[in-house]
């Protein structure tokens, strides 16, 4: 069998260059090389793919369709070869879950806003692009993670490799000097958009806090050097929602934990970490330009203030044309000049972009009907990773579930001003979030089911 793929891969690589292709034949030998590594390792490859899609870059194939390289052909390639495993096996019996229902229902109502949306095309193919997360990040998850020490090995990659774009961003700001252009373009070109690479660094940031409070000795000391990396990451991105669901969303889980573990020894490791990044800040000349960026986010004359309002006025409009069902998945970014305001013209107004806000993309794509099911299933998570930090009795399982909850915290926060959940660098790490809430939590659902005929923890 290694003889036959070594010949196999000679042979696409050959191909490659006798067809004056050498980079699709490359291409070609690697995608059967991490095919057959997702068939034999499922986990393995599922880590590869969290350390790639922060390297992702939008590519425009044939036919005019952006794809993000390497990520999505990856992603198609692992849940590929993961069917196949599943059909060469036995079969699965999907256990229940209390995230299942409002996750079928926001579903089936997304594919009805399609159906009657004016842009069919874009709204089903964005809803595959979706579904291909929630099964890659979701189901995976879901049927893998039930055990915490499982999610546990894959903390420090998770963390380090939040940590290493930490640095990035960072040193890259701090060579070009602090300004919004700089701090805009401070991971580019892997995070085209500033609030992109700082929402995907808040998501992790409660993880390796929570992992410093927990650990001792050197891998403490590992867990805050990375933690102080995330935050300096995120100051110097200039993101001022990822600061405000920082802001709300970090002291509750202190408290969370604190309430926990009945410890306040540990605790002067978050003031130390918050006093070592306002130092750097100060240290470099950056204080005065963070602070009157922080100072604009409620700036009436603020350009991006100014054209977040007008589009949400836009979804409003939207909504109260088509209030069930709205106008369709992905197609705000096609119907907002039908909708702009014209009393309010800025710089932005005439850039192709989302609704600046996932409430309203929700409200103004999906109707009432899809942000209610997205309500339900945001309102179901939190309940349900509430339910396993207080009640379970594995102690890695309450911390999991506690940094899970945190991270997607962030997300629905920053949220509220930016749509980031159709990128791959976002919908990850959320929709992975929550299934690893949903496989932590089947031991309070009295329905609980098991794969049939598998042992736990052996992946699927």
């Known amino acids: 069998m290694i003889v036959g793929i070594a010949l196999a891969e000679a042979l696409l690589l050959?191909?490659?260059f006798a067809l004056d292709q050498p980079l699709l034949g490359v291409m070609t030998a690697g995608a059967l090389t991490y095919a057959l590594l997702a068939y034999r390792h499922p986990n393995l490859a599922w880590v590869l793919v969290w350390l790639a899609f922060p390297f992702a870059i939008e590519m425009v194939i044939p036919g005019g369709h952006a794809l993000y390289v390497p990520t999505e052909p990856m992603i198609a390639l692992a849940i590929l070869t993961w069917s196949v495993r599943v059909l060469a096996g036995k079969p699965i019996r999907l256990p229940r879950s209390s995230l299942h229902a409002p996750l079928a229902v926001l579903a089936a109502l997304t594919l009805l806003s399609v159906a009657t949306s004016a842009f069919p095309g874009l709204g089903l193919k964005g809803l595959i692009a979706a579904s291909g997360y929630v099964v890659f990040a979701y189901l995976y998850c879901f049927l893998n993670c039930h055990d915490a020490a499982t999610v546990e090995r894959s903390v420090p990659w998770i963390v380090g490799s939040g940590a290493v774009w930490g640095l990035f961003g960072t040193i890259r700001v701090l060579q070009q000097g602090l300004t919004l252009q700089h701090a805009y373009g401070a991971a580019r070109p892997f995070f085209t958009e500033h609030g992109v690479y700082a929402a995907y660094l808040a998501m992790i940031l409660p993880l390796a806090l929570l992992f410093a409070l927990e650990r001792r000795g050197s891998t403490r000391v590992m867990y805050a050097?990375?933690?102080l990396a995330l935050a300096l990451g995120i100051g110097f991105s200039l993101t001022?929602?990822?600061?405000?669901?920082?802001?709300?969303?970090l002291p509750l889980t202190a408290a969370l934990w604190f309430w926990w573990r009945r410890r306040l020894k540990?605790?002067?490791l978050l003031a130390g970490l918050s006093v070592i990044v306002c130092c750097v800040i100060l240290g470099v000349g950056a204080g005065g330009r963070i602070t009157k960026h922080a100072g604009s986010i409620a700036a009436t004359e603020d350009a991006s203030n100014l054209e977040r309002f007008n589009r949400w006025m836009a979804a409003v409009e939207m909504v109260r044309d088509r209030p069930l069902l709205g106008m369709g998945y992905a197609s705000y970014p096609h119907m907002y000049t039908q909708y702009r305001r014209k009393l309010i013209i800025t710089e932005l107004a005439f850039v192709h972009s989302g609704?600046?806000?996932e409430i309203f993309r929700l409200l103004s794509e999906g109707g009432v009907l899809g942000f209610l099911a997205a309500m339900w299933l945001v309102g179901a998570a939190a309940v349900l990773g509430l339910r396993i930090f207080r009640r379970s009795d594995d102690q890695r399982a309450r911390l999991i579930a506690l940094a899970s909850l945190a991270g997607l915290g962030t997300?629905?926060?920053h949220g509220f001003f930016r749509t980031?959940?159709?990128?791959e660098k976002v919908a990850v790490p959320f929709w992975a979030g929550l299934g690893v809430l949903a496989a932590l939590g089947r031991e309070f659902d009295p329905a609980d089911g098991s794969l049939s005929g598998r042992t736990p923890g052996t992946g699927t």
């Not at 001022?240 to 969303?249: D, E, G, K, P, Q």
């Open 14 to 16: 050959g191909i490659g």
């Open 240 to 249: 001022r929602a990822a600061w405000i669901s920082l802001a709300i969303v």
């Open 420 to 423: 980031y959940i159709d990128l």
């Open 411 to 413: 997300y629905a926060i």
């Open 266 to 268: 540990p605790m002067a």
């Open 355 to 357: 609704a600046h806000s």
């Open 225 to 227: 050097g990375a933690s």
